[in-house]
């Protein structure tokens, strides 16, 4: 859990305010790591954000007094501490609540992910650059996490980054680029973006694959997550060279082309739903940010929570509960996404 400290006036938030408000000096950011029971109550009735009973609401204190409210599958006790097990299960999905901070969410993931992220690793970010349209539509990679991620990257220290994607409509990248707002982001991490379709391209099998993917160490997809799609895949065939695509999506099903993207092995999703769109394009307030080495996977979860029905078939025959799930529990966030704004 994250503070934000006002060392002068003893004052604390949870929020990620940049100055106090009182004295206007600027804020410690504070990690705590313990956190332990203080209170709990069995709730055993069902309402339109919180369908799944019974859950437990719980406050939570850490080493430093600081207290909050956490919703619980668990029937946990006084006293007993909250923590998560992490793993490097490549078909795990983490899932996490980003209440006030990405950079928070961000960390947490990557931890719990056993994600290897070094000051020599050599980064390529892929965000999701689909419309010519303002941050709010949430079409693309949002410009708060988009800054997250290359913050967090930035504080760990990674030198080579590099961000890229390609257009695969006839929507010109630098278009998109300019109009999503996310090319302004670039240019305040000092990042020039640039086109995946100029990058080259090694055939693996049928599918040509940007050379950029196996020049780098880690792959980071920022999936835009959109009710009842793949959102994680679709932004992965941004790696696949244009002529290609087009050929492989006359020919053979979208399903094909994904499970020729399972033989990209340094990719690590980050799949965005803090305003995800429904399946009517509305966007809706969920706060949550998954991570997983496996589309599929992290799309199917991300479904599930949302209690979306109307999936494409590998979505749907993906068994959700057989996959491995890291931080918050599935029913812990589930919510019919349709019955929300
Ligand atoms: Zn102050």
Redesign the pocket.
């Known amino acids: 859990m994250v503070f934000y400290k006002?060392n002068?006036?003893n004052?604390k938030w949870q929020q990620p305010v940049s100055i106090?408000p009182?004295?206007f000096?600027k804020l410690e950011r504070i990690r705590t790591e313990k956190l332990k029971v203080i209170a709990s109550s069995k709730v055993v009735i069902p309402s339109l954000l919180h369908p799944k009973i019974p859950y437990y609401a719980l406050l939570i204190e850490d080493e430093c007094g600081n207290k909050f409210a956490y919703k619980s599958m668990k029937d946990r006790r006084v006293g007993d501490s909250l923590e998560f097990a992490s793993s490097d299960n490549r078909d795990a999905v983490v899932i996490w609540k980003a209440n006030y901070d990405l950079l928070d969410a961000i960390e947490n993931i990557v931890k719990l992910a056993k994600l290897e992220i070094r000051k020599d690793s050599k980064i390529l970010v892929l965000p999701t650059l689909v419309e010519p349209v303002h941050n709010h539509f949430h079409e693309n990679t949002s410009l708060e996490f988009l800054d997250a991620i290359l913050t967090y990257l930035e504080n760990v220290g990674v030198r080579k980054i590099k961000i890229a994607t390609q257009s695969l409509s006839d929507k010109p990248i630098e278009i998109l680029a300019q109009k999503s707002g996310l090319l302004d982001v670039c240019i305040k991490h000092k990042l020039t973006p640039f086109d995946l379709a100029n990058s080259g391209f090694d055939n693996q099998g049928s599918i040509h694959i940007s050379r950029e993917v196996k020049e780098n160490d880690l792959l980071l997809n920022l999936s835009a997550l959109k009710s009842g799609k793949s959102s994680s895949n679709e932004n992965a065939m941004r790696l696949i060279e244009k002529s290609n695509y087009e050929a492989l999506r006359y020919l053979y099903s979208e399903e094909y082309i994904f499970k020729a993207l399972s033989s990209i092995d340094n990719m690590f999703i980050f799949g965005e739903a803090i305003h995800p769109q429904r399946t009517d394009k509305f966007p809706v307030f969920r706060s949550l940010i998954f991570g997983s080495r496996n589309p599929v996977n992290l799309d199917a979860v991300f479904n599930n929570t949302g209690m979306v029905n109307n999936l494409p078939k590998y979505l749907r025959d993906t068994k959700v509960d057989q996959i491995k799930i890291i931080g918050r529990e599935i029913d812990e966030v589930k919510r019919n996404i349709d019955l929300i704004l």
């Open positions: 006002c002068n006036c004052k106090c009182f004295c000096s």
